[in-house]
């Protein structure tokens, strides 16, 4: 049974920082890319950034770009997500998600997702 659970969100000021994990079982988790996204109230799911197995190659989605980092720990199977400089729009439920079959950037291609993690930033 493959399980991704999601920790660290919060509530945090403008400009503040939060880092987000993403504790994965069930699978063999260097093996596979995994991926961040968010929800806002209202808003379709929308892409962060992925990561490839290695941790490699990664791709952030330009609002992001400079302020998020992923990194993978896969002797912990834990994604992360280093969030800095944070502004009120990115508040958002922000899920992880494992094994994009196609578009990295497309929700649909994911077959494992987590619960998802509230973040709200403040103005």
């Known amino acids: 049974q493959v399980q991704l659970v999601e920790s660290g969100g919060g509530l945090v000021q403008a400009g503040g920082s939060l880092r987000l994990s993403c504790a994965v079982s069930?699978?063999?988790?260097?093996?596979?890319?995994m991926g961040w996204f968010r929800q806002a109230p209202g808003k379709e799911r929308e892409f962060v950034v992925v990561?490839?197995?290695?941790?490699?190659?990664?791709y952030y989605a330009d609002s992001v770009k400079g302020r998020f980092t992923i990194s993978r720990d896969n002797a912990k199977n834990t994604v992360y997500l280093q969030m800095n400089s944070l502004k009120p729009e990115d508040t958002a439920v922000y899920y992880c998600?494992?094994?994009?079959?196609?578009?990295?950037?497309?929700?649909?291609?994911?077959?494992?997702w987590g619960q998802g993690t509230q973040v709200t930033v403040s103005s």
């Open positions: 998600a494992a094994d994009p079959d196609g578009s990295y950037k497309d929700a649909g291609s994911y077959e494992y």
């Open positions: 069930g699978l063999a988790f260097g093996s596979y890319p």
């Open positions: 990561t490839s197995g290695s941790g490699s190659t990664t």
